[in-house]
């Protein structure tokens, strides 16, 4: 007999945690939280998921720990949640919330209010309080349409914006609008990663909880993480996972 | 006026290509032939294009080359047919077969009857003779659940498989039960690129076709077919497009 979990997946294939993350998302299709679009999206996040070697690299860990530090010292950070995000990782958005007091807006490229809702009811089944979703009431600047719909009181006035799994066009809105933009994008080429105050290049699941894991380490030393952000040099960051696919791909042409 | 294709995209459009790409795929979704799980797959290898520059790069007509002298050369030669490549190439897997006197096998990861013969349908619909599809009556060695099932007519008894857009797993089982193995697949990192006997690191809309044209040439000189083969060095070609992306990401790692 070959085991399994209640996925339905097989864990001793050796792309387990990857097919589980599928699976996950799958789930959220099929429930109409995930649009087609976010799982070719997917794809592609994990093809550079891949090349990094599916590990947080350090680069990605000092841009963690930075993050913790911005949104520690926000005067109103958000994080905003889409539906790949809310259908991979509900659990690390809801504990990164509570770890730095920030908001959650359910904020969506592909709107609908019945999907915003949707994910609301998602997040709240797996614990989440006071969700930010239905009836957006102001738009970001410069984005027209559906894509630009936000709330006054979740990212639109917010200082500091968590944008996991973000389109570009929106990330450099929120850019332009002068606040701290902090991406989480597996794509170290993204538009996305190269407008971001703060580009976090890590998978969500590895990101979130060691983003947590540094809030709650410096909320009792807010100069410190004052300290950090000063420091921070975010393309430093992204030139060094740059060069960590360099030496892979250089390695791998000459392996014999 | 915009013009447009019967597809509803503009073929001026600088990204035609791959929009029609997805078109294809989400059609083929809708009609059941591609599950949500082909959609993600289908990202990576997106990705794994633009990294390449979407073209073919010269070791990948080498390995289109010497996989029609392999399919030529091969006593009982099948194309093994998933979702997405029923919905992607329907026609440039018909050809092939015609071109190399190769049975066509749908063979799927997330094996379902109906899906099967969906997609055999579509083969039909499209030109296909024979296709074996329905009632799997073999299993490949080592492969548990549904993902093992294969026909004893068709891929379970071949001595060359072509592979477009396969799991690793599953290739690994075909290497394993001693078939020659040629993979296409965009990631030259999956473990299928890595198993195969020969890894075609190209788009499945270009790949194809190439593959039909030089088994063509090559029908008429089955000594240079075997002379090819003899010389075929798959791992040198991987190599080669190691060095492809590592050239690309040594730029930018060092730019300012």
């Not at 995000?85 to 959650?104: H, M, N, R």
């Not at 984005?143 to 799994?165: E, F, N, Q, T, W």
């Not at 580009?199 to 709650?216: H, K, Q």
């Not at 740059?242 to 390695?251: C, E, K, Q, S």
């Amino acid at each position: 007999m070959c085991p399994e979990d209640e996925s339905g997946l097989d864990p001793t294939h050796p792309r387990y945690v990857s097919l589980n993350r599928r699976k996950r998302l799958a789930e959220g299709f099929r429930t109409g939280i995930v649009v087609p679009e976010g799982l070719i999206a997917h794809g592609r996040g994990e093809m550079f998921d891949y090349l990094l070697g599916e590990v947080t690299l350090p680069p990605a860990l000092i841009a963690e720990k930075a993050s913790a530090a911005a949104l520690l010292t926000a005067k109103k950070p958000v994080i905003s949640v889409n539906g790949n995000t809310a259908a991979l990782c509900p659990e690390g958005i809801i504990d990164l919330a509570k770890a730095a007091s920030a908001k959650i807006e359910v904020n969506l490229f592909h709107w609908s209010n019945n999907r915003a809702l949707l994910i609301k009811k998602h997040l709240t089944a797996n614990g989440a309080k006071d969700v930010i979703a239905e009836n957006p009431d102001a738009v970001l600047e410069g984005i027209h349409h559906d894509r630009g719909k936000c709330h006054i009181a979740g990212i639109y006035s917010a200082d500091v914006v968590l944008i996991p799994l973000e389109d570009g066009d929106r990330a450099q809105a929120l850019v332009d609008m002068g606040k701290t933009v902090i991406s989480i994008d597996l794509n170290p080429l993204s538009r996305t990663s190269l407008c971001a105050s703060i580009s976090i290049v890590d998978e969500l699941n590895r990101a979130l909880p060691n983003i947590s894991r540094f809030a709650r380490e410096l909320s009792k030393n807010k100069s410190e993480a004052m300290k950090i952000l000063d420091g921070y040099d975010n393309f430093k960051g992204l030139r060094s996972v740059y060069h960590t696919i360099h030496t892979r791909f250089y390695d791998l042409a000459r392996s014999q």
